[in-house]
């Protein structure tokens, strides 16, 4: 089995999209819904971690040797070096975004096993969640001259009662293609959600939003039972409270209230008729 190359992974959103639902257990449940309330790990610089890493679309190349398989990631610039000559996981080994690996051959097909994993990555863009106690099972297996089956299998017991697992191809790429420089740099001073909506029975229940990107919340929406918009809120003057408010009525604005002499008290504004005009 030979699985040198350059490989177009392409994009895998939602990695565990055939699984669901997933078998949470309440400390994941707890974790996969407090994502709407972070930030994309990524989005500060830090590493995907593995399995983050195999989804995103970006090429990526193997070397393979006879005592190690070498993975040369342009995302991010990140690399591993699988060493298959029966070595072990060593004792004390710090926790890292990348974790420990080892890997041997299975007929055809490379499996890698790599623990010692840190929390501080996703298991994928969607924001499907792991611990610090997920061990990651890969396998590898050339099926045809131009594509890699590529399977992982997380057994992470603080998350998931039981493990599950996913797979997809990734086609080999063109010839020309090279692995290319990638830069991330750390310039991204707000690195903070520009909004932020809970969800209450599958349907927005409040929003807040930064709409004039400077990394303080705005603006404030609330919502009815249907979705549809209720109370709508706005800081004009950054002091960080509201002093516009425009109520709605069947999505449609019918009250308005500003405070235009910033005393701390709205004046009452015009009210609004059903096809939400003055």
């Known amino acids: 089995a030979d699985l040198s190359?350059?490989?177009?992974?392409?994009?895998?959103?939602?990695?565990?999209g055939r699984n669901q639902p997933l078998p949470f257990t309440p400390a994941g449940l707890k974790a996969y819904n407090n994502v709407w309330n972070e930030v994309d790990p990524t989005t500060r610089c830090i590493f995907p971690g593995v399995p983050r890493v195999n989804s995103a679309p970006y090429p990526m190349q193997i070397v393979q040797l006879p005592d190690k398989v070498v993975f040369l990631y342009e995302y991010m610039h990140n690399f591993r070096v699988i060493y298959t000559d029966g070595r072990t996981h060593p004792k004390g080994w710090e926790p890292s975004l990348l974790g420990h690996s080892v890997g041997r051959w299975d007929g055809d097909t490379l499996v890698i096993e790599t623990i010692n994993f840190t929390?501080?990555?996703?298991?994928d863009d969607h924001g499907?969640?792991?611990?610090?106690?997920?061990?990651l099972t890969e396998r590898w297996r050339r099926i045809s001259a131009n594509q890699i089956l590529y399977e992982e299998t997380l057994d992470d017991p603080k998350f998931y009662t039981r493990p599950w697992t996913a797979s997809w191809d990734m086609n080999l790429a063109p010839k020309d293609w090279v692995v290319m420089e990638y830069a991330c740099t750390d310039n991204n001073k707000d690195c903070k959600p520009d909004e932020i909506v809970h969800y209450q029975a599958g349907k927005p229940a409040r929003a807040e939003k930064d709409t004039d990107l400077d990394g303080r919340i705005d603006t404030w929406i609330r919502y009815d039972a249907a979705g549809q918009t209720l109370v709508q809120e706005r800081d004009t003057d950054g002091d960080g409270k509201p002093d516009e408010t425009v109520e709605f009525a069947g999505g449609k604005a019918a009250r308005h209230e500003e405070d235009q002499n910033k005393d701390g008290k709205p004046e009452a504004g015009p009210r609004y008729d059903a096809s939400g005009q003055p």
């Open 128 to 135: 499907n969640r792991h611990s610090d106690a997920l061990k």
């Open 5 to 16: 190359g350059v490989w177009n992974k392409g994009l895998m959103l939602n990695t565990a």
């Open 119 to 123: 929390d501080r990555t996703w298991l």
